[in-house]
Every structure is written in C-alpha cells, then in structure tokens.
C-alpha cells in the first residue's frame, strides 16, 4: 500500500552519475530529499558519539588538524581497503537506518508529495522496504574509474579499490523498478529520466 507521501529509492555504486541526475530533479521539481551518505557524515561530526569512536578505532591521523572534522578522504583510504574495517566504520557510526527513517516518517506526516531517498546501499541497508519505486543507475566501468579519478583525485589503484569494494549493479537489477544507464550525454539521461518522475508523480 503506498503511503500519502511516495518514497523514490535511487541506487548505483560510485560514479554512476545518480547525484548529477538527482540534482537536476530537485531544481526542476523540487521534491524532498534525504542524501543517506551525507546524513552518515553528519552522524560523525565534532563532538558526537561516533566522532570518538571512530578516532578511537583508526586513530587520530584521520582528523584533520585545522578543523577537527574527520578527513573523510583519509578514512575512505582505509576503509575501501577491507570489508571488515568498513564494518568496523558502520558499527562505529551507530543505526543510521533509524535516521533516514525518522525523516521519511516526516515527509509523510506532512503530507509532502513526493521524497527521494539516495544511497549506495539503499538495498542492502534494506530502506527499499520504505520505498515505492527504486531505480538503479549503472555505468561502464571504465567510465566510472575516469569519473572517480577526476572528481575525487584518486590514483587509478586507489579508484580501482573503490569500484571493487561496491556491489555490481547486476546483484541489484532484481530489486529495481528501473535501471538507467549513464554512459552517454548526460542531458539525455536526464531526458529519460524526467519522463520517469513525472510518470511516478501522476499516480
């Protein structure tokens, strides 16, 4: 049953180009949005719980000295490494499915339209089950290593490192109500895109 308010999950590993499509939507339409990677980084701010345990397990090397933030490009350094230290980061950082929930709650005890709700992990961290149409954005791999090299000034290993550590769109597709392919111009993505949400809009 769909809820007052309808939940847009949007997926795709790192690079996949769903933040660029995102923020086209947002200035056009201007629907609520819940960001859960950025809302993971605030859980890690100064002086909140998470804050020390994570210096407590990576050390203090990750803080950077001019402004006491956790550097996150350091500790993406180490936990794209192994799974098991970003288990350690996800454990450290506390329920973040809480969080996005919480915020999805009050998109709808407001009666907004429509919300998007954006994450690597939107499946495996299970906020599908808040969701009424997920859509999955893949890219060619080549292209994301080019993307992820340029945006985040990675080396190709450390780019490499970090594709690897995310899981493939094809271990997704079942899950998705659409997949959408960014390996060409961007303006005609969007293209297709827009037709989906106002598609979406209109039930």
């Known amino acids: 049953m769909k809820s007052k308010t ?25 629907p609520e949005y819940c960001d859960a990677d950025k809302l993971v980084h605030s859980l890690y701010e ?7 345990r994570i210096i407590e397990i990576f050390g203090q090397e ?21 799974k098991n230290s970003m288990k350690k980061l ?10 996005v929930k919480n915020l999805v ?6 009666n907004k339209k429509l919300g998007i ?11 599908i089950a ?13 292209i994301a290593l080019k993307r992820l090299k340029n945006r985040n000034n990675l ?3 450390e780019a490499e490192k970090r594709i690897n550590s995310q899981t493939s769109w094809e271990k997704r597709i079942d899950y998705a109500n659409f997949t959408i392919d960014t390996n060409g111009n961007i303006d005609e993505v969007y293209t297709k895109v827009k037709k989906l949400y106002l598609n979406l809009i209109k039930i």
């Open 62 to 82: 990750i803080v950077d000295e001019k402004t006491s933030y956790i550097n996150r490009q350091k500790l993406g350094g180490i936990v794209f490494k192994d």
């Open 155 to 157: 080396s190709q290993k």
């Open 117 to 127: 709700v954006e994450a690597v992990n939107l499946i495996e961290a299970n906020y």
């Open 130 to 142: 808040w969701c009424d149409e997920v859509w999955l954005f893949k890219v060619d791999n080549n």
């Open 6 to 30: 309808i939940i847009l999950g949007i997926t795709g590993s790192i690079a996949t180009g769903k933040s660029t499509i995102i923020k086209k939507l947002l200035d056009e339409f201007n």
């Open 90 to 99: 996800t454990d450290a950082i506390g329920n973040i499915g809480i969080e």
């Open 46 to 52: 100064p002086g909140k719980p998470a804050y020390y």
């Open 105 to 110: 709650d009050s998109w709808s005890e407001n």
